[in-house]
């Protein structure tokens, strides 16, 4: 098999990133948008050692899944690369990511639900990152083509918030006027890096944050002055990232105008939210998360309660009123000033968050003896870690709610946490991110031993 070979195949699977499976001559071929079930004829882009990737040239057996959406690009980046299929097939494949991984780990008994859909489908984000760079002497912004650096330019988002689509365009379009210069990163020179975009479904509230390469730039007083009259815009932020890197957001954060927060609204309690700090994207969709993880969690009145990986504090201050107490960990001291003043804000006064790498608060927390009855944890990507594991278990909670946005990280722990005397029986995906391969998942595990 050798590059730009032409050749037909028969799609078999979809990997966990979207990308059509099929085999041929001992070799696996990924090709991108292609779906089980089809017959394409396909391009060679590039051979390793046992796999190649391939683009379609042409379809010759549609599959019914398939939806022929006429804004390719959204499936060409990586901002919806699910997009070309069904929704109800989006979330079959969801369930089926947490399924295979189960029959990896020889959980085949461990029942998988169906996965909870979001109530919108398109323009669900809450917040958009956006590249900006200059394309064709133009500053654009837009979306890489996946696995590259290319700007795809794009003015409509599909997966976001369209108030937040008509800030982004706004916001190009001043930055086009007053000639501010897009981020080259292969000089590290230039100015606006990324444009990151938050608003409030609950309080229509816009931040608006420029990642920039500076910490100031001579346009900076004019293009601040044309930001603020767009409708809606609330606060807005410079992050300065100074670094050659792919990290988006730089450490420090200067507020130009505005409110250095955006309020939101999950359930009846409200959250101030700074420019670092996280927050579920899906807004319509993350009470009903919640829901499902406080579902299974049972909670009792007498109860302790560790909010571990806790980001403003979204899940503990939502359970607050019903237990004794509630601690919480995050890593990100913004946020945890976020979530000890929205604890505040809300009237609430038995929650408590402290700044830290969970897993070294909670081994200190089972050094000094303390005690916990159900402990949340939402880590992510990468899981959990073995000390956390262990301290968590010191403990002693009789439930442990995880929600993850990573399966295979996730049945690893559940793994980790069976040697330790847990169990559990169910696994409950949740679609965040619909039009993504991204799946979020919830389960409980409950303790065996006395
Ligand atoms: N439970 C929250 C946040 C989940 S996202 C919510 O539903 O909104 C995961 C959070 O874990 C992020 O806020 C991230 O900053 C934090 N985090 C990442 N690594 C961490 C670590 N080692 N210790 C504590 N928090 C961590």
């Not at 070799?27 to 391009?43: D, Q, R, S």
């Not at 930055?175 to 080259?184: E, K, N």
């Not at 507020?255 to 955006?262: A, E, N, V």
């Not at 870690?385 to 993850?404: C, L, M, Q, R």
Request: charge should be neutral; charged fraction near 25%; proline fraction near 5%.
């Amino acid at each position: 098999m050798e590059k730009n070979q032409i050749i037909e195949l028969e799609i078999t699977d979809l990997s966990y990133e979207a990308m059509g499976v099929a085999h041929y001559e001992g070799m696996t071929v990924f090709v991108n948008n292609a779906l089980p079930g089809e017959t394409v004829e396909a391009k060679i882009l590039k051979v390793k050692k046992s796999f190649a990737f391939a683009k379609i040239e042409q379809i010759i057996k549609e599959s019914p899944d398939r939806v022929n959406i006429k804004l390719n690009q959204w499936v060409q980046t990586g901002l919806a690369s699910l997009a070309h299929v069904k929704y109800d097939k989006q979330l079959e494949f969801k369930r089926n990511q947490v399924v295979n991984l189960l029959q990896k780990a020889h959980l085949d008994d461990v029942k998988v639900g169906e996965t909870l859909p979001s109530p919108e489908q398109t323009g669900y984000r809450n917040k958009a990152q956006v590249p900006v760079r200059e394309v064709k002497g133009q500053l654009e912004i837009g979306f890489f083509r996946k696995h590259s650096h290319d700007l795809v330019p794009l003015t409509n988002f599909f997966t976001t918030d369209p108030e937040i689509d008509r800030v982004l365009v706004a916001v190009r379009d001043i930055l086009r006027q007053y000639h501010v210069p897009a981020y080259d990163e292969i000089h590290n020179q230039g100015e606006i890096r990324y444009l990151d975009i938050r608003r409030s479904k609950a309080t229509g509230e816009i931040m608006v944050i420029l990642v920039c390469l500076h910490k100031d730039f001579p346009q900076l007083p004019k293009v601040a002055e044309a930001i603020k009259q767009i409708d809606g815009v609330t606060s807005l932020v410079l992050n300065y990232n100074p670094k050659k890197t792919n990290v988006i957001l730089g450490k420090v954060d200067y507020l130009i105008f505005g409110k250095p927060q955006i309020t939101d609204q999950i359930g009846d309690v409200k959250f101030k939210i700074s420019p670092e700090s996280f927050f579920q994207i899906n807004s319509l969709q993350t009470p009903r998360l919640y829901d499902l993880a406080i579902k299974k969690a049972d909670l009792q009145p007498d109860d302790i309660v560790i909010d571990a990986y806790s980001g403003i504090g979204t899940i503990g201050l939502s359970v607050a009123k019903h237990v004794k107490s509630v601690r919480g960990i995050e890593s990100v001291s913004d946020a945890v000033k976020d979530a000890n003043n929205n604890a505040k804000l809300n009237g609430i006064n038995n929650a408590k968050y402290v700044a830290g790498k969970a897993e070294e608060v909670m081994s200190r927390w089972a050094a000094k003896g303390m005690k916990a009855d159900v402990i949340f944890v939402d880590p992510p990507r990468k899981g959990l870690t073995s000390e956390f594991i262990e301290a968590a278990v010191k403990t002693g909670p009789k439930k442990i709610v995880y929600i993850s946005c990573n399966p295979a990280t996730m049945i690893r722990d559940l793994q980790e946490f069976m040697n330790e005397g847990y169990t559990f029986s169910q696994i409950d995906p949740v679609d965040m991110f619909p039009q993504t391969p991204h799946v979020e998942a919830v389960t409980v595990l409950e303790r065996t031993r006395k």
